[in-house]
């Protein structure tokens, strides 16, 4: 190669890098960001904010910077955060926590999540045992074994995101379990943060590391400070302020898509705190409205109870349409086993199972991950508590069922007789009269369901199903069975009416 050759092929080189940085350097001043600030306690509204952040990064195909100032929160809600940050990162968001202040208890993990820490030097960042709210206020769990499992569950997970995102996992336990011990020490030339289980177990094999500091001794709870955390590396650097942080992460002149929360997202926090009551009084005004015949306002309480807890799921972002369709695909099962073809049993428990499915599913969220200890005791805990209310709602109804007739208000709402006698477990229907094979007629249109008076207890009205298809008005009708509630009839053919 000729020496002319070289120097051009060299000032060739320097023209393409040069024109590539320069290119690189006009796509980093015209790139953008998305900013997310996450302060105060921790609710679904935070979540449903951070959903908002990661979709617009995802779309724009920029990163999302979260900057932390926070206590903490639930223990589920806390992880369903930390996995949408996790699957944000997975699906090619770049995620940076900054943490302007504190970023403690829940809050600590949401920052190990993301890809990149940095910290305010006044910032702290730790303090993450898990704890109950109680009569007192906030204290440790009483319940030793609760404590304990729930400890372990908790710590495991931060030790998980903690070595999947290349930090300290033994500083990611410590902030949770007063009992992990960290000593930082000197292994093979390398320096190691180690809890003092490690240590014991090292020690045993024979093996000597040297002790360079203990970093926290058992029994104490660990939280670091802004220097502390960049220092043992679970912080990548320090920045006082937001242009700090997008400095280093090389977003020069990027314009910022702050995004702020909404009137929805409080609203969606307020829904969630009386999601499963809004279900509960959506299940009895539906029981309600069956007892009463026609349409009246149990039926509507009962559509804007589903209609706002369903709403409020999805506002949040951790409803997907599948499970939202699921739970309205088990309510038309429902009001079909109850409505037109009662007795076939398979279509009423099939839309329970879809409705308890779709609701529970709704309640862990769309990251869950059957791996992780802590999503199965979050989806045990929800069943459980669905479970519960599903039982408070039982007993409500039986209670109605019993005193409903006898309440001025409510009790116009299902058709009672003027003499106010009942049958046996057969509420709503009178006494004698109602017997199968007694005639009347029908007093509304049954589709299938309407009223009908008998030849026996003249003046009075009585809630009854049409066997088959649908009874017009002033049709002969027979009672064919005296059901719980309701009864049961069929028409009369032309010939018995002769």
Known sequence: MTPWRALFLFVGWLACAFGARAEASASASGSEYVHVRVEGALDVGAQSLLARGIREARERGVPLLIELDTPGGPIDLMWELANQIDAAGEQGVQTTAWVNDKALSAGALLAIACERIYMNPHGVIGAAMPVQLGPEGIGSIQDEGAREKITSATRSSFRAFAEKKKRPAALAEAMVDRDVEVREVMIDGER?????????????????????????????????????????????????????????????????????????????????????????????????????????????????????????????????????????????????????MPGTIWFGLSGALLIVGGVVAMAVGPNFDWSYAINRQRLVSEAFTLALWLVVAFVAGIFLSRYIAKTPVVGRMVLAPAGGEHSAGSFGVAAGAAKVGALGRALTDLRPVGKVELDADGGHEHEARSVGEAVARGTRVRVVEVSTGRLVVEPVTETERA
């Open 192 to 340: 190691k943060l180690i809890t003092g289980a490690e240590w014991d177990d090292a020690r045993e094999r024979g093996e000597a590391p040297e002790l360079l500091s203990t970093v926290v001794q058992r029994g104490k709870l660990l939280s670091l400070s802004a220097d502390q955390a960049n220092r043992l590396g679970l912080a990548d650097g320090l920045a006082e302020n937001l242009e700090q942080v997008v400095l280093k992460l090389g977003l020069v002149d990027a314009t910022p898509v702050s995004l702020l929360r909404t009137r929805s997202e409080d609203l969606a926090a307020l829904l969630d705190q009386f999601k499963y009551l809004l279900l509960t009084i959506a299940v009895l005004a539906a029981w309600a409205e069956f007892k009463a015949p026609g349409f009246g306002l149990p039926g509507i309480v009962s559509i804007i109870c589903f209609a706002l807890f369903l709403f409020g799921q999805y506002l949040v972002g951790i409803a997907d349409v599948w499970e939202i369709a699921a739970v309205v695909a088990g309510l038309v099962l429902v009001a079909v086993e109850i409505f037109l």
